[in-house]
């Protein structure tokens, strides 16, 4: 599927019209020869990004890139696939598109997907998510849930901003720490994310990253706004 992303023919491309960045639907095809559409994604170029106060110009799609690597690390599979290339509008992410019931919204499936949404209020501690309102929470036809929209991560300053309240302050149950620690612990395992960020985020940000995941492993316990000073969605 990565493959796929990375090399495939863009045969159509069309502007989603709202955000603040600018988003576009692509087709996808196996090759310019091939007419045939393989697959949809989600394209955001680089030259589209909108200029924010706090994080640095041009770095919303690395981080898109590198919220997925992470989830990847973790064997959470809730980013779709996503890769860095160029498209008709230069430099920027590629994502799947995730087809999703917009009859059936976040506060629709929240209580029969708790599990699923405790591991993702956990993935955005550690990735310092800025941006997770409940349109950015998925439950696809395949009926797995799914995250997007990870621009605004991984930032050096605290900025959690999130629809996912109730969480904060929950125990981590051992099946999510199991997974934590198994990336905290395994040097090369770690060391090969390091690598792959390395490309993407400042290295403070890289080592920030690290000491969130050391803080989760040790305190076994979803941070509450206290410690945290987070910002919430709700009203989203």
């Known amino acids: 599927m990565l493959d796929a992303l990375l090399r495939g023919h863009v045969l159509q491309c069309k502007a989603i019209p ?10 996808l095809a196996e090759s310019e020869h091939c007419p045939d559409v393989a ?32 989830s990847r690390a973790l ?29 059936v919204p976040y506060h629709h499936f929240r209580e029969q997907h708790q599990e699923e949404l405790l591991k993702l209020a956990v993935f955005d501690f550690l990735v310092n998510n800025a941006d997770r309102k409940a349109a950015h929470c998925l439950k696809g036809f395949d009926g797995r849930i799914w995250a997007i929209d990870h ?4 930032h050096e300053h605290p900025k959690l901003r999130t629809v996912l309240t109730e969480y904060m302050g929950q125990p981590i149950p051992g099946w999510i720490l199991r997974d934590l620690a198994g990336l905290l612990n395994r040097e090369r395992k770690a060391s ?17 990253f690290f000491e969130r995941l050391r803080r989760l492993v040790q305190q076994r316990t979803c941070p509450d706004g206290r410690t945290y000073g987070y910002r919430s969605f709700d009203w989203w």
Request: hydrophobic fraction near 40%; proline fraction near 9%; aromatic fraction near 14%.
């Open 39 to 70: 697959h949809v994604a989600v394209y955001k170029p680089r030259r589209g990004e909108a200029p924010l106060w706090d994080f640095p110009d041009g770095s919303l799609y690395r981080r898109e890139y590198a919220a997925f690597i992470a």
């Open 18 to 27: 709202y955000g603040s960045n600018d988003t576009y639907v692509v087709s």
């Open 192 to 208: 090969t994310l390091k690598q792959s960020l390395a490309q993407l985020l400042d290295r403070k940000e890289i080592d920030l």
């Open 151 to 154: 621009g605004l991560t991984f």
């Open 75 to 103: 064997g959470w599979g809730f980013v779709p696939p996503t890769v860095i290339r160029h498209g008709p509008y230069g430099i920027g992410s590629v994502q799947l598109f995730v087809p999703a019931d917009p009859r």
